[in-house]
């Protein structure tokens, strides 16, 4: 989709700092970072949401938490601990529509979520 943000960096006609990459999802540092170590990873293939990733490829989510891993392990947060964060939808400020997985780390989280 040419209108949309991250198939724009997949694209390479967006810049971003990517960390990791497989053959079905790139991993690229947040520009907005809420965690000392966040990064995103993304289908390659335009899909609104985590949800509609599995409905019709479910071997990129395989794919997508695989990369998730190798980032944490790359960032040095794998021991310590991360979150995985599938925002979906307005209501839980998803607010780029092709999914993206947040993975978060470098410091001690919080919860219930705000
Ligand atoms: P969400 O609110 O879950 O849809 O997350 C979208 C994320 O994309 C936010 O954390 C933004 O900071 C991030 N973001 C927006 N534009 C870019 C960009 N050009 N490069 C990297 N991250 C971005
Ligand atoms: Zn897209």
Redesign the pocket.
Known sequence: MSDC?FCR?VAGE?P?DVVAANESAIA?????P?APKHS?VIPREHYANLVEVAAAAPGTVTAMIQLAGEVAAAEGIAHDGYRL?A?TGAAA????FHA?L?VLGGRSMGWPPG
């Open positions: 943000l960096i967006v971003a690229f540092r947040d520009i907005t809420v995103l964060v925002n400020h998803q607010t780029v993206h947040h």
